[in-house]
């Protein structure tokens, strides 16, 4: 079955680092788009990155770009955020998801606080 598995998250200071990682498996990876989303508490989930099949398309929205990236590695069916410069407003659980398919992993928290 479909699984997806995020982990890579912590409490970081403001300024730091963190890299998520989302583990697939249950279906052709180097198929697939990805995406990442996260919720804060009382908020809506929201967009945070995408990456196409073949790594060549990218997009974020302007409260990330320039500070997030994602990649993939197809050999090992992960995908990848790297946050850079976090922020409190950074804080949330973040949620991978698949392009095309209504599944989503469990959620990783990140919090970025002094």
């Known amino acids: 079955q479909v699984q997806l598995v995020e982990s890579g998250g912590g409490l970081v200071q403001p300024g730091g680092s963190l890299r998520l990682s989302c583990v697939a498996s249950?279906?052709?990876?180097?198929?697939?788009?990805f995406k990442w989303y996260r919720q804060a508490p009382g908020k809506e989930r929201e967009f945070v990155a995408t990456i196409d099949s073949r790594g060549e398309f990218v997009n974020f929205p302007d409260s990330v770009r320039g500070r997030f990236a994602i990649s993939r590695d197809n050999l090992q069916n992960t995908v990848y955020l790297q946050m850079n410069d976090l922020r409190p407003e950074d804080t949330a659980v973040y949620y991978c998801?698949?392009?095309?398919?209504?599944?989503w992993g469990q959620g990783t928290q990140v919090t970025v606080s002094s």
């Open positions: 998801g698949v392009w095309g398919m209504d599944y």
């Open positions: 249950g279906f052709d990876f180097s198929a697939k788009g």
